[in-house]
């Protein structure tokens, strides 16, 4: 992957990577509908509900086997959750499944999958001490069902680890079933934008948000923020 500037909001691919614990998540899901990739694959349909994924995308996507992949879309095609669906791509046609619109229970299930604590908070906050002096963490956009939202996530801090950072990111991914976008900031830097009305920085802190780490003051030092 090519570094990005700490101070860039990026969209990264999920690949390979540890999955991250969600909170009502993998463990009451999972009895739910007995297999954790199940949640995951349903995570990721309904969170792109208009494109095409072909079987070794949705494996990639959610980190589990090509054979529990295609186990799990041949489930969910029975059940009406998914179906068939061909797509263009680079001159080619791409044979993948796609969320079916006219699926019945679909505002239950979003309920169920995406309502309460989307994630563990504690143990979101104990990861990205990991990277750094962390000062604030900020959740927005799909952590707070706010999908439009330019961010879902901001990080300000001391001395942060890029690539420690990307790794959380790609985790995180993995579970939710979609693409985070994120913006990470030393925290001098933070509050000169922020002071500076950056409009990036200003779309998340002057609207609704949860604050998972909010220490040292930054906020404080920011013009018209709610603390």
């Not at 009895?31 to 990739?37: E, G, Q």
């Not at 990991?130 to 990080?155: V, Y």
């Not at 900031?185 to 779309?203: N, T």
Request: proline content about 4%.
């Amino acid at each position: 992957m090519v570094p990005i500037p700490i101070s860039t909001p990026k969209r990264l691919y999920s690949q390979g990577i540890e999955p991250y614990t969600l909170s009502m998540s993998t463990d009451t899901l999972s009895a739910i509908f007995n297999s954790p990739a199940r949640v995951k694959v349903m995570r990721l349909f309904l969170l792109n509900r208009d494109t095409v994924f072909a079987p070794a995308q949705v494996a990639t996507w959610v980190n589990v086997s090509s054979p529990a992949a295609r186990k799990e879309l041949t489930s969910l095609a029975r059940a009406g959750f998914i179906k068939r669906k061909k797509d263009r791509r680079d001159g080619r046609t791409v044979d993948g499944w796609m969320f079916d619109q006219k699926f019945e229970y679909t505002d239950s299930l979003q309920q169920l999958l995406f309502g309460t604590e989307f994630v563990n908070k504690t143990e979101l906050a104990a990861r990205f001490r990991k990277t750094g002096r962390i000062k604030l963490l900020l959740l927005s956009g799909i952590f707070t069902q706010k999908p439009d939202a330019r961010l879902d996530l901001l990080l300000v801090g001391d001395n942060l680890k890029r690539s420690a950072i990307e790794r959380i990111v790609r985790s995180l991914e993995g579970e939710i079933g979609r693409e985070v976008a994120y913006a990470a900031f030393e925290s001098e830097e933070f509050v000169y934008r922020a002071s500076m009305y950056d409009k990036l920085i200003r779309d998340i802190i002057d609207f609704p948000h949860e604050k998972v780490v909010n220490q040292g003051g930054l906020l404080q030092r920011v013009p018209q923020v709610q603390v």
